[in-house]
């Protein structure tokens, strides 16, 4: 990380390894899966409530979401499928933000989660009555936050932003001449930062799946794979970036190992994203990035611990229920929803889909 960056970044929030729960992946038996599946496609329609899952949850939630209807996606695509869904309920498989965010922009429709602890370490690094302490310190800067943030924090930004149209709309502003607060990840900030130049001022939390990839391991599994291509999500440490062929949203990695004449992928991102990749790919060969050094031990081994905890026996529980759902403070969801519109309005002119298959 060069000095500038570093002097700019303005607080670390990264979590500490005792907070970041252990990755448990749901273990059914063959019956049991039968069994849950076919309750949860029962009750999806008794309850008129729609599946829509991240590309990092399991391959059985993936599978249900599409086979019911439903949606797998990125985080903001969710939520823009979300809003032209029919159904009443939207049943949303992945961590707490894309359930607010699903529920921003669809404010009258039910949005229930399979578990509200799923987190995420971005969110949980940037708490909202610190980060607006901070922004208030700095009322000359816009405010541009990632897309992995509470509603409040949105609701406190100028400006929310996916990673596949960063570099475009910090450009932007900065050709008006404004200068930037950027939450809250340091690594997708720092990338940001060293391609445009522009002066912004970092948060300072992390994603602890992406930020565990190490350059060395990659460094060395390059040399052994010298027909590789590489494809990195930009949460990832900027010495990991440096190595990438593709640097991308989720989405965009996905549509890279479907297009790209590469045979051979090294992907550093949450290893659930293969499920999507392999469909789409299927005569593809994909490589884990190596997430830790020699004798190290791996804190998410990459797969996110939050993401984790969506699986089959929670989905069937909350559908039967009703509980889990996400609920936010009219005034709150209503400042958050603007900057997200903004965010659609800057693509729509630039005649770029951010929501949508096409992110990239
Ligand atoms: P996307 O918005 O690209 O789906 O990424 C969400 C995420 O949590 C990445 O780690
Ligand atoms: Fe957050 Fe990282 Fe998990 Fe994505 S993978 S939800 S950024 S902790």
């Known amino acids: 990380m060069s000095a500038v960056i570093a002097e700019n970044i303005i607080r670390d929030r990264r979590l500490a390894p005792m907070q970041v729960p252990p990755t448990v992946v ?175 001022l970092l948060w300072s939390a992390a994603c602890v799946v992406h930020e565990a990839f190490k350059a060395d391991g990659l460094r060395k599994l390059r040399a052994e794979h010298p027909d590789a291509q590489v494809l990195v999500h930009p949460e990832s440490p900027l010495d990991v970036i440096a190595q990438a062929d593709l640097v991308g949203s989720t989405t965009a990695l996905v549509k890279a190992a479907r297009d790209l004449p590469a045979r051979k992928f090294i992907v550093a991102t949450d290893n659930g994203l293969f499920h999507k990749m392999k469909q789409v790919a299927p005569d593809k060969i994909l490589l884990e990035a190596p997430i830790a050094g020699k004798g190290a031990t791996c804190v998410s081994c990459a797969h996110c611990p939050w993401m984790a905890m969506n699986g089959l026996r929670n989905l069937a529980r909350v559908l039967e229920t009703g509980d889990n759902e996400i609920m936010i403070d009219e005034a709150v969801r209503e400042r958050a929803a603007l900057p997200i519109r903004r965010l659609l309005e800057f693509a729509r002119q630039r005649k770029r889909v951010v929501l949508g298959n096409n992110d990239a």
């Open 26 to 200: 749901e273990a059914l038996d063959a019956a049991e899966r039968a069994a849950l599946t076919a309750r949860i496609q029962r009750l999806l329609v008794e309850r008129d409530a729609t599946l829509v899952a991240h590309y990092y949850t399991s391959p059985e939630l993936q599978e249900l979401a599409e086979a019911t209807g439903g949606y797998v996606s990125d985080s903001l695509d969710m939520a823009r499928f979300g809003t032209e869904c029919k159904s009443s309920t939207l049943v949303v498989a992945g961590v707490r933000f894309m359930g607010e965010t699903a529920k921003i922009l669809n404010p009258e429709k039910r949005v229930l989660m399979p578990d509200l602890h799923a987190e995420c370490s971005l969110d949980l690094g940037c708490p909202a009555d610190e980060f607006t302490a901070f922004c208030d310190q700095h009322p000359d800067r816009t405010v541009v936050v990632y897309a992995n943030t509470s509603a409040a924090v949105k609701a406190r930004s100028d400006w929310v932003v996916t990673s596949g149209i960063a570099l475009e709309l910090v450009r932007h502003l900065a050709e008006r001449g404004e200068k930037l607060i950027w939450a809250p990840d340091r690594h997708l900030g720092a990338y940001v930062q060293r391609e445009t130049g522009v002066d912004m």
